[in-house]
C-alpha cells in the first residue's frame, strides 16, 4: 500500500535518481520503502534536499542530506523486514565495489607503468632500475589478482541457478569486497609515489584515483561487517565450505606453499567457530587462496607461481616491491605493460 514517510536522512546517495531505497520505521519494525522522485499524479514528491555533501572522493557521483515531508512510498516485502529487503541489492553493490577496485587499480598499474617505460633517472629508465622492477611487478601481480577475484565473482552472479555458485558467490562476494577494496588505497598511494611528484599533483590522474579508493571499502558494508559477514556465512552454512573447497581443490599441486596454505585454511573453514577478532585474518586468507587458485589455473605459470611465492609462502613483506630477487620482474612488467591504441 502507499505510505507516507517524514523524517531527517543525513546520507542520500544519488540525489539525481527518479527513485531510491529507504529503510524507515514502521508500526511493524524497520521497514524498507520505494520513494519515487514524483507521486503517481505527477508532483513532485516531498523530499528536500538540504545539501550535497562535500566529500574527499567520488565527487562525481553526488550524495546529500534530505529531509522527507510526508513523501510518498511504498512498502516493499513485508513490515519489520527492511533490512534483509535491501540487502538483496546490497549484495550487487558490493559486487560493484569489487569490481571497481579492480578497475581503479588496473589504472594505477597503467600511470605508473607509462610513466616508468618514458622516465630517465641516473642514466636509465625507471622500468629499467632494479628496485623499481620489484615495485612494478608486485604491483602488476596484485592488479591481475584483484581482476581475477572480481571476474569469478561475477561468474558466480551470473550462474546462480547453480547451488554451488550460489554458495561461493554467498562467501566471496564480502570476501573479495573487502580484500580488494582494503588493497587498493596501498595500490594507489604505490603506483602514486612510483611516479613521484608529478603524480601528487591534481593534473595527474593518479590524484583522482587515490581519494575515490577509500570509499568502496567503506560503503555497503565497511571493513569490519564483511569479515563477520563471511564467518556468518560459514556458520550459518557449513555446505559454503565445501563450496570453496571445491573452488580451491581445482589448483591443488600447483605449488607446495599454495598447498600448505589450503590445508590450513580448510581447517579453520571447517570449523567455522573462529573468534570474531580473528575475522579479518580469515577474510584476507580466503582472499588469497581464491586468488592464487584462479591465476593458476587461468594465468601463466611465471603469474601464479610468483604469487604464491609471494602471498602464501609466509615471507610476505609489508610493503610492494619484496618480492624475492629471482622473480620474473621483466615478464612481470611486460605482461602488465600499456599498449598504445592505434
Known amino acids: 500500500g502507499e505510505w507516507r514517510i517524514t523524517g531527517h536522512k543525513w546520507f542520500l546517495s544519488a540525489p ?8 524507515a520505521q514502521s508500526p511493524g519494525g524497520l521497514s524498507c520503502f520505494f520513494m519515487p522522485r514524483f507521486r503517481p499524479d505527477g508532483t513532485a514528491n516531498a523530499i528536500r534536499i538540504l545539501r550535497l555533501k562535500d566529500k574527499l ?14 513523501a510518498y512510498a511504498t512498502l516493499l516485502g513485508e513490515e519489520g523486514r527492511g533490512v534483509p529487503m535491501i540487502l538483496e541489492m546490497g549484495v550487487y553493490t558490493r559486487l560493484d565495489c569489487a569490481i571497481g577496485s579492480a578497475g581503479l587499480m588496473r589504472q594505477a598499474l597503467a600511470q605508473a607503468l607509462w610513466h616508468a617505460a618514458q622516465r630517465s633517472a641516473f642514466g636509465r629508465l625507471l622500468v629499467q632500475q632494479p628496485a623499481m622492477k620489484n615495485v612494478l611487478a608486485d604491483l602488476a601481480l596484485e592488479s591481475e589478482a584483484a581482476t581475477a577475484l572480481a571476474m569469478r565473482l561475477s561468474r558466480a552472479y551470473d550462474a546462480q541457478v547453480d547451488e554451488r555458485e550460489r554458495l561461493l558467490a554467498r562467501v566471496l562476494t564480502p570476501a573479495a569486497k573487502f580484500w580488494v577494496c582494503k588493497r587498493g588505497a596501498h595500490f594507489a598511494e604505490e603506483a602514486m609515489e612510483a611516479i613521484g611528484g608529478s603524480g601528487y599533483v591534481e593534473e595527474n590522474a593518479l590524484s583522482r584515483i587515490y581519494r575515490e579508493m577509500p570509499v568502496n571499502s567503506i560503503w555497503e558494508g565497511s571493513g569490519n561487517i564483511m569479515c563477520l559477514d563471511v564467518l556468518r556465512a560459514l556458520r550459518k552454512a557449513p555446505e559454503v565450505s565445501d563450496a570453496v573447497m571445491a573452488e580451491l581443490d581445482a589448483a591443488r599441486g600447483a605449488h607446495p606453499a599454495y598447498d600448505r596454505f589450503c590445508a590450513a585454511l580448510q581447517a579453520r573453514l571447517a570449523s567455522a567457530g573462529e573468534q570474531e ?4 585474518r580469515l577474510t584476507q586468507d580466503l582472499a588469497l587462496a581464491l586468488q592464487a587458485s584462479l591465476l593458476a589455473r587461468h594465468a601463466p605459470a611465471l603469474v601464479s607461481e610468483s604469487f604464491c ?23 612481470l612488467i611486460e605482461r602488465a605493460m600499456p599498449v598504445a591504441a592505434i
Open 16 to 23: 539525481m535518481c527518479d527513485a531510491w531505497l529507504v529503510l
Open 309 to 331: 611465492a609471494s602471498r602464501l609462502a609466509g615471507d610476505a613483506g609489508g610493503a610492494f616491491g619484496m618480492l624475492a630477487p629471482n622473480a620474473p620482474f621483466d615478464a
Open 277 to 280: 577478532s580473528a575475522a579479518r
Open 57 to 70: 572522493g567520488n565527487r562525481s557521483n553526488a550524495s546529500s542530506e534530505v529531509e522527507f515531508h510526508e
